[in-house]
């Protein structure tokens, strides 16, 4: 939400058209928009995944096969491997991501008139 609300916000306050749902421009714009959050969230989500404390998406095991953390009813639990992280590193980047889409939120709330 901190890459997608200020892009769509921008791009619908410089287009009237882009309003309407059956219009392309608005199908456009949420689309510009999707991509830009993607391109927002993806150094969370590596950082995440790097540590173990979110799987990927491409995760792909082979049939029958068992990760460390799947138990009998296949609930997963994640375990930090050899990357453990500190409180103090978690509540910093949980700082971090607030503090970001806090800067998201400006910038749909000044430019966009949220």
């Known amino acids: 939400m901190a890459g997608m609300g200020p ?3 921008l791009a619908k306050a410089s287009n009237a058209e882009s ?3 059956l219009g392309p421009s608005f199908w456009f714009i949420i689309s510009m928009a999707l991509l830009v959050g993607f391109i927002t969230a993806y150094p969370m989500n590596w950082w995440l995944v790097s540590r173990h404390m979110k799987h990927g998406m491409v ?3 082979p049939p029958g096969e068992r990760s460390a953390g799947m138990q ?3 609930e997963i639990v994640m375990d930090h491997g050899t990357k453990p ?3 103090i590193l978690l509540a910093g ?5 607030l503090l970001i889409l806090g ?3 400006s910038i749909a709330i000044a430019f966009g008139g949220l």
Do not use: C, F
Request: aromatic fraction near 0%; glycine fraction near 8%.
């Open 59 to 61: 995760t792909v095991r």
């Open 85 to 87: 992280v500190s409180n």
């Open 72 to 74: 009998e009813k296949g």
């Open 93 to 97: 980047m949980t700082i971090l991501s």
């Open 7 to 9: 892009a769509m916000t």
């Open 19 to 21: 309003r309407d749902p």
């Open 103 to 105: 800067l998201g939120l």
